[in-house]
């Protein structure tokens, strides 16, 4: 099977500003910002969307939320907040079938989301 956009960047087959990997996660920047800090934090399975994670994905996405949480405070977004975003499915305007969270942060947001 052909490897996901983000299982290239994942592999240094495609660059990108990596803020933050493990062993089961990466973070690194949005080439589109939506705001000022935009990162996107991805596990390296490459489940296609939070719609089809199975129960054995039940560490990964912990994992996947605790370090949103953790490159979000050492961006330094703590203070004022944050948003974290999961888009599933053409609703949400998911444009990438690798399961991906957004960090979105130094801007105030609006609610409800567009
Ligand atoms: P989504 O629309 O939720 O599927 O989000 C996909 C995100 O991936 C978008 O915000 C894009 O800007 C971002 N993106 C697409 N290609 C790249 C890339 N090569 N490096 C970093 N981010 C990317």
Redesign the pocket.
Known sequence: MSKT??EK?IARE???TIFYEDEKVIA???????APT?V?IVPKKPVPRIAEAKPEDHDVLGHLLLKAAEVARQLGLNEKGYRL???NGPD??????HL?C?ILGGRKMAWPPG
């Open positions: 956009l983000f960047i495609i660059p990108a690194f920047k949005d080439v589109n910002p939506q935009h996107l975003v999961i888009n949400a305007g998911e444009s990438v079938p991906h957004h």
